[in-house]
């Protein structure tokens, strides 16, 4: 079955420091994946997406996300995390131009 | 251009009435999606227009739940009646067609049924 894992429910990160949020796939065929942000009471926001060519993918808000097709894994990533960036982080993929999503990971940036 | 716009942004009504959720999408997006989200759970898949086609509604609960898209243009998800476990948070999504293309979602409609 087709499906998207974050493993971790939440992440805490000092301001400052680099930040990952993982995620895995199971999808057969080519994946196209994706990273939404969720920021309090707003919709779902694009951040970057993978199709295919280079493994790392840069987005927005200074977000990039690194494809490794052995480990079927996307982590999101950020050099340096700001207290702003404290929200919810959906991993996804198009399956069937079916969008299917991740439970979600909560981030929180400790001042 | 306008995002996508879902109306209200709020409802609460009681157990056993009827509740229809709007979805305008942004203008020359095929592709329309309804999803919802249950407190602290992942958004679940309900269904997928393509114009004014149900392309997949594998995701809808149950015979309660009715979705149209008249016209290829905004979409309507009706819940008659409602039951205690429909509330939650109700997103709408547009894309164009293909497999490479992001979808861009609504704020979302935060539905309560008590």
């Known amino acids: 079955a087709q499906s998207v894992a974050q493993p971790e429910d939440q992440v805490n990160v000092a301001e400052g420091n680099p930040l990952t949020v993982k995620c895995t796939y199971s999808?057969?065929?080519?994946?196209?994946l994706f990273w939404y942000v969720q920021y309090p009471n707003r919709g779902l926001q694009f951040l970057l997406k993978?199709?295919?060519?280079?493994?790392l993918v840069k987005g927005s808000y200074g977000f990039e996300a690194e494809f490794n097709k052995s480990q079927t894994s996307f982590h999101l990533k950020k050099p340096s995390a700001l207290v702003s960036d404290s929200a919810l982080y959906f991993c996804?993929?198009?399956?069937?131009?079916?969008?299917?999503f991740g439970k979600g990971t909560r981030l929180h940036i400790l001042p | 251009e306008a995002g996508v716009t879902q109306f209200p942004s709020h409802s609460v009504i009681e157990k056993g009435q009827t509740v229809t959720l709007r979805c305008d999408p942004i203008?020359?997006?095929?592709?329309l999606y309804w999803y919802r989200r249950v407190m602290g759970k992942e958004i679940k898949f309900l269904l997928h227009?393509?114009?004014?086609?149900?392309?997949?509604e594998s995701g809808m609960p149950n015979n309660r739940f009715l979705a149209e898209r008249t016209g290829g243009t905004y979409s309507t998800l009706k819940v008659q009646p409602a039951e205690l476990e429909d509330s939650g948070v109700y997103f709408c999504?547009?894309?164009?067609?293909?497999?490479?293309?992001?979808?861009?979602f609504g704020q979302g409609t935060r539905l309560t049924v008590v």
């Open positions: 999504a547009s894309s164009h067609r293909g497999l490479n293309t992001e979808a861009f």
């Open positions: 996804a993929v198009r399956v069937h131009d079916k969008i299917i």
């Open positions: 993978y199709i295919t060519g280079d493994n």
């Open positions: 203008s020359g997006h095929d592709n």
């Open positions: 227009f393509v114009k004014e086609s149900k392309q997949d």
């Open positions: 999808v057969s065929g080519n994946p196209y």
